[in-house]
């Protein structure tokens, strides 16, 4: 069964940095679409950025353009989300969810498999 467990979330300053990782078991990270979403309190759920297996490549909202940066290692069938610079508006629950294929629309209804989610908060 595909299960995706996340991990990295925390307290940062504002201007700090954070890595998230997005652990997947049971499938191969070429054969699916990885995206990172996010949702803040009162607010729906929004996507961040996805990665494209077979052929790597990337996206990114504009909202995070410049800041955050997607990526993976297929040994370890992880797939990271670095995030720099961060602002208190990036505070939300982030997720990380998978689409058998390819996918390059970041909508919530597209994506069969989600992780529990870590929060990030920023703060001072």
Not at 13 to 39: H, K, M, N, V
Request: proline share 2%; charged share 20%.
């Amino acid at each position: 069964q595909v299960q995706l467990v996340e991990s990295g979330g925390g307290l940062v300053q504002p201007g700090g940095s954070l890595r998230l990782s997005c652990e997947a078991s049971e499938f191969t990270l070429d054969d699916y679409t990885i995206g990172w979403f996010r949702q803040a309190p009162g607010k729906e759920r929004e996507g961040v950025s996805w990665l494209q297996g077979t052929y790597g490549r990337t996206y990114y909202a504009e909202s995070v353009k410049g800041r955050f940066t997607i990526s993976r290692d297929n040994a370890k069938k992880t797939v990271f989300l670095q995030m720099n610079s961060l602002k208190p508006e990036d505070t939300a629950v982030y997720y990380c969810a998978a689409h058998l294929g390819i996918d390059y629309s970041l909508r919530v209804r597209n994506y069969e498999y989600w992780g529990q989610g870590t929060q990030v908060t920023v703060s001072s």
